[in-house]
């Protein structure tokens, strides 16, 4: 090789080292921290909202509320004409039945809880005896609950079955008071009115219709002692009663009129009015076998679910003394650690159920109103769906708004809005959510739910049919690690960030919390401080 090619081959080698020294400086220069877009883990606040646009309508509808689930009333906090506030109680059931079995939930909970915790316990030969003893104990007590469950169904049987022969009694005596009303009527028509006035004729054969019909309700009951065939007869025996009792009275009415007045004994007209007191008295007794037999089914419900629940509790006892018998003598493992954790999460959304049951025994107002009516009183049953309040608006407008059925799922009553008006786009008002229509509506294809905003205070000059702009706040952490949004990936279930440290990059996977519009809440995998790239 010549002296002028080992040249060339030193000055090629020395460009190729220093294009390649540029590049590599290029690399790092453009990866220094000043080049990036960072976010810092800090403190804040998340929040989770939904916007859509509404409408403006007036309120003159009549509100009537009404319990989800039946019972007794314990206390009724309003009367006509109260002013009442947005979530206000009005009326309350009794909830004595749902504390007790709130009570043994919580205690299978913290049972459960308790198991879970004992998984990787040690085990001594003492705690082995004490858990068979365990089991023993367990044992009796389910068969003490399963006999007292047959005794209470047995009771209950029987309750109601006295309550329908009570009831068929009343009816006996209703028949007893249409016919005597009848024979009363067919007497005073041949003594004073003849055929001369229809009206007499007219209410004589309306009594004797009733008789015969309630006569066979009577008859179907006696062949067959059945809560419908006595709930058909007392249906029957309080409307042909109540209209007796209006005809006698049209009769008596007839009597002091003055084609009659002189004509009528003092004698037979108080007939009359004794025989209207004794109708009177017997459509009582009818609506209060209805009442009757409608609270001993309530009462006896209430003394089934009572037994067994026990039963269920001393099951669940027994099953979890056996279930620590037959762990104390094996290692746990991954699938003991996921049972036991099941066990743990059916505990809890019993209790969860539990406590939304007792919320729906408070009757609330869904908005600012007045009170109308009154419908029922304290000691009285309600049945489900059956009206108990009236409620008239004290504020002239709501909102009315449709909600995309992928947002509905975040909305919930009592959240509040920020209410733009276009007709005042200088101020924001307040208001919330006070009810969601169950049913779907269908938008051009895209299923919507109305949803009902109250304003908080009401602006002069607001109409009907104004456009508004609401935004509903869903949820809200505050006091939490937060980060931009822009700083988390999503891969595969999977929340990534990238993490500039020390001059260095790397990728963190992390658990997150409650999504916002422009911050994300950080449960875990960051600190306050550090510093994320935004992408």
Not at 246 to 265: F, H, I, K, M, Q
Not at 382 to 407: G, M, N, R
Not at 410 to 420: H, M, S, T
């Amino acid at each position: 090789m010549t002296i002028s090619n080992k040249v060339k081959k030193i000055i090629i080698i020395a460009i190729i080292l220093v294009v390649a020294s540029g590049g590599i400086f290029l690399f790092f220069s453009n990866n220094k921290k000043g080049e990036f877009n960072l976010s810092e883990v800090s403190k804040g606040t998340v929040i989770k909202e939904v916007s859509e646009t509404g409408v403006v309508r007036k309120v003159t509808e009549k509100v009537e509320l009404s319990f989800k689930n039946s019972g007794r009333i314990k206390e009724v906090l309003v009367k006509a004409g109260d002013e009442v506030e947005a979530g206000q109680a009005l009326v309350k059931l009794e909830t004595d039945d749902l504390y007790l079995q709130l009570k043994e939930a919580q205690a299978v909970l913290s049972s459960s809880q308790a198991d879970y915790n004992k998984l990787l316990a040690g085990v001594t030969e003492e705690e082995v005896r004490v858990a068979q003893a365990d089991v023993d104990k367990a044992k009796v007590v389910l068969e003490d609950k399963k006999q007292n469950l047959e005794d209470v169904e047995a009771d209950t049987e029987e309750d109601l079955n006295n309550a329908l022969q009570d009831a068929l009694s009343v009816l006996n005596d209703a028949y007893l008071e249409l016919y005597d009303s009848y024979n009363l009527v067919s007497y005073l028509q041949r003594t004073y009115f003849h055929s001369s006035t229809q009206k007499a004729a007219e209410i004589k054969y309306r009594i004797k219709g009733f008789y015969n019909r309630l006569e066979e309700y009577i008859d179907s009951a006696e062949e067959n002692l059945t809560e419908e065939n006595i709930d058909l007869g007392l249906f029957e025996a309080k409307e042909s009663l109540n209209q007796t009792s209006d005809d006698l009275e049209t009769l008596r009415d007839l009597c002091d009129s003055s084609a009659y007045v002189n004509t009528v004994s003092t004698t037979d007209k108080s007939s009359i009015d004794t025989q209207k007191s004794a109708v009177n008295s017997t459509y009582t007794n009818v609506v209060n076998a209805q009442q009757d037999i409608s609270t001993t089914k309530i009462n006896n419900t209430t003394n089934i679910n009572n037994a067994q629940s026990s039963v269920s509790s001393a099951q669940a006892d027994l099953k979890k003394a056996e279930e620590e018998l037959a762990s104390l003598t094996a290692d746990p493992r991954q699938e003991d650690i996921q049972f036991y954790q099941a066990k743990v999460n059916q505990a809890e959304a019993k209790v969860s159920l539990l406590l939304n049951k007792l919320e729906e025994a408070v009757l609330k107002s869904p908005r600012q109103s007045q009170v109308a009516k009154v419908e029922k009183e304290e000691g009285e049953v309600v049945q489900a769906q059956e009206k108990v309040v009236s409620l008239l608006p004290t504020s002239p407008f709501i909102i009315k708004v449709d909600i995309y059925e992928e947002d509905i799922v975040n909305v919930k009553v009592g959240n509040p809005v920020r209410i733009d008006l276009v007709a005042f786009p200088e101020e924001t008002l307040g208001g919330e959510v006070t009810a969601i229509n169950p049913a779907e509506k269908m938008v051009e294809g895209v299923v919507y739910y109305e949803t009902t905003i109250d304003f908080k205070e009401v602006k002069e000059g607001i109409k009907p049919g104004m456009t508004t702009d609401i935004v509903i706040e869903t949820n809200k952490e505050e006091d939490v690690l937060v980060i931009s949004k822009e700083a988390v990936k999503k891969e595969d279930g999977k929340a990534i960030v990238r993490v500039f440290s020390k001059g260095k990059l790397k990728e963190r996977e992390i658990e997150i919390g409650l999504e916002g519009e422009d911050l994300i809440e950080v449960i875990s995998g960051l600190k306050e401080g550090e510093q994320v790239i935004i992408e």
